[in-house]
T-cell receptor, first 114, second 112 residues
Framework: DADVTQTPRNRITKTGKRIMLECSQT?????MYWYRQDPGLGLRLIYY???????NKGEISDGYSVSRQAQAKFSLSLESAIPNQTALYFC?????????????FGPGTRLTVL | DQQVKQNSPSLSVQEGRISILNCDYT??????FLWYKKYPAEGPTFLIS?????DKNEDGRFTVFLNKSAKHLSLHIVPSQPGDSAVYFC???????????FGGGTRLMVKP
């Protein structure tokens, strides 16, 4: 079984709709992240959480919100989706005790906003 | 402005030859650098990393070189194999803060 899972894997929605992307992990990591990938821009950080009660904005948080329901679950919401939020979204985890800063990624969610 | 840049969007190499992927950064506070590999329909997977106290780190066919004065790092793959065909992302962090800044990626194609 995958250590970091994301649901759904693909989603098509319309402008103005509310969308939630979910992420679960079995790695036991305390840190969780949401990124989006756009062609030529790499991965950009949307939100991150170092613990259940800790939520921090990343580079491009406008238009997004998150919820850390438990150590293993971190969901990303688009309150009112717009076409330029069409992208590939990745959840990632990391462990505070590791100096390496290595993060472990889920398989991604492809979101299309029409 | 992008703090981590991969100026080559794509690279094509013959099987068995060396692949060299380059990455430049502008933030002098970055002290840890990583390379990730991404296949289609999968998330990025960690490949190799290097701390700023080193200038080289090797793991099998993969070697990362860091030139701090030039703010440049490179990933060498020797010998290249068709299974290495993927998108490679360079990433950097500062002060072990666990925040990664990614480059735009380079698509490597290894031809049989």
């Amino acid at each position: 079984d995958a250590d970091v899972t994301q649901t759904p894997r693909n989603r098509i929605t319309k402008t103005g709709k509310r969308i939630m992307l979910e992420c679960s992990q079995t790695k036991g990591h305390d840190r969780m992240y949401w990124y989006r990938q756009d062609p030529g821009l790499g991965l950009r950080l949307i939100y991150y959480s170092f613990d259940v009660k800790d939520i921090n904005k990343g580079e491009i948080s406008d238009g997004y919100s998150v919820s850390r329901q438990a150590q293993a679950k971190f969901s990303l919401s688009l309150e009112s989706a717009i076409p330029n939020q069409t992208a590939l979204y990745f959840c990632a985890t990391g462990l505070t005790s590791q100096h390496s800063d290595t993060q472990y990624f889920g398989p991604g969610t492809r979101l299309t906003v029409l | 402005d992008q703090q981590v840049k991969q100026n080559s969007p794509s690279l094509s190499v013959q099987e068995g030859r060396i692949s060299i992927l380059n990455c430049d950064y502008t933030n002098s506070m970055f002290d840890y650098f990583l390379w990730y590999k991404k296949y289609p329909a999968e998330g990025p997977t960690f490949l190799i990393s290097i701390s700023s106290i080193k200038d080289k780190n090797e793991d099998g066919r993969f070697t990362v070189f860091l030139n701090k004065s030039a703010k440049h790092l490179s990933l060498h793959i020797v010998p290249s194999q068709p299974g290495d065909s993927a998108v490679y992302f360079c990433a950097a962090s500062e002060n072990a803060g666990n925040m990664l800044t990614f480059g735009g990626g380079t698509r490597l194609m290894v031809k049989p």
